[in-house]
């Protein structure tokens, strides 16, 4: 049974048009239940009640279990190719990331910056979706672009993913923080980061890892490194 996101009042709970229209596809009708979520950590199973205009409305009949990521992982990934991006999105939101904090690093060929309102709103997009299909009742939030130093002063506290790093692997690395510690994971753009970044995320407090012999792609480094954290 799919859930959809709703905007829950007390008992009560209201659906979006475009939820709306997503329900109306699966022909659920005024009286039947099925699963809603708030995007903040809490399940329903509901009740339709009507349509009213475009939204739908109901009843919440119970809470439903949910298991929250047993840590809060703001995933800071430089930029890349739009694709590549949504890849990492969709996936790591899956994966269980809290929240994404695109960054400017100098090997980043993408603007983050032309039509952020465009680029911000199609990202909520596809992370929403993400949730809705895995169904977890959390939604990342997407913070707006930093460059590399601001990013590693607002996030010292968490690993960097280096290719040529072959002392450290990110599973040992995580045996020094708490379970329910937040993080920071920072992925290098799809030319790499450079030994001048490197230090600077060190020198922060950040600690280098590495995530294996292969040189993955961004997109897939981010999913490990999530992955990884979140066992």
């Keep these: 049974m799919p859930q959809y996101l709703a905007d829950i009042n007390g008992g009560n709970f209201t659906?979006?048009?475009?939820?709306?229209?997503h329900i109306k596809v699966a022909r659920i009708k005024a009286g039947e239940r099925f699963k809603i979520f708030d995007?903040?950590?809490?399940?329903?199973?509901?009740?339709?009640?009507?349509?009213?205009?475009?939204?739908?409305?109901?009843?919440?009949?119970?809470?439903?279990?949910?298991?929250?990521?047993?840590?809060?992982?703001t995933l800071c990934f430089c930029a890349i190719s739009r694709?590549?991006?949504?890849?990492?999105?969709?996936?790591?939101?899956?994966?269980?990331?809290?929240?994404?904090?695109?960054?400017?690093?100098?090997?980043s060929d993408a603007d983050l910056l032309k039509k952020w309102g465009t680029k911000q709103e199609r990202w909520r997009q596809?992370?929403?979706?993400?949730a809705k299909q895995c169904e977890t009742p959390l939604i990342p939030q997407i913070y707006a672009p930093l460059n590399f130093a601001e990013a590693v002063k607002t996030y010292?506290?968490?690993?960097?993913?280096?290719?040529?790093?072959?002392?450290?692997?990110?599973?040992?690395a995580l045996s020094a923080f708490g379970q329910e510690e937040p993080l920071a994971i920072f992925i290098g753009p799809e030319g790499g980061l450079t030994q001048d970044e490197v230090s600077l995320a060190k020198k922060a407090g950040l600690a280098c890892v590495s995530l294996g012999t292969n040189i993955l792609r961004a997109e897939t480094a981010a999913t490990a490194a999530c992955w990884a954290a979140l066992q």
């Design 15 to 21: 659906l979006s048009e475009e939820e709306t229209r």
């Design 126 to 130: 596809i992370v929403t979706a993400a």
């Design 156 to 172: 010292p506290k968490g690993l960097i993913c280096y290719e040529d790093e072959h002392q450290k692997n990110i599973n040992a």
């Design 39 to 73: 995007g903040k950590g809490k399940k329903y199973l509901a009740v339709l009640g009507d349509f009213t205009g475009r939204e739908a409305f109901g009843t919440i009949e119970s809470p439903l279990p949910c298991v929250l990521p047993k840590r809060k992982i």
């Design 83 to 107: 694709p590549a991006t949504e890849d990492l999105l969709d996936k790591c939101t899956q994966a269980g990331a809290f929240a994404f904090c695109p960054v400017f690093s100098a090997r």
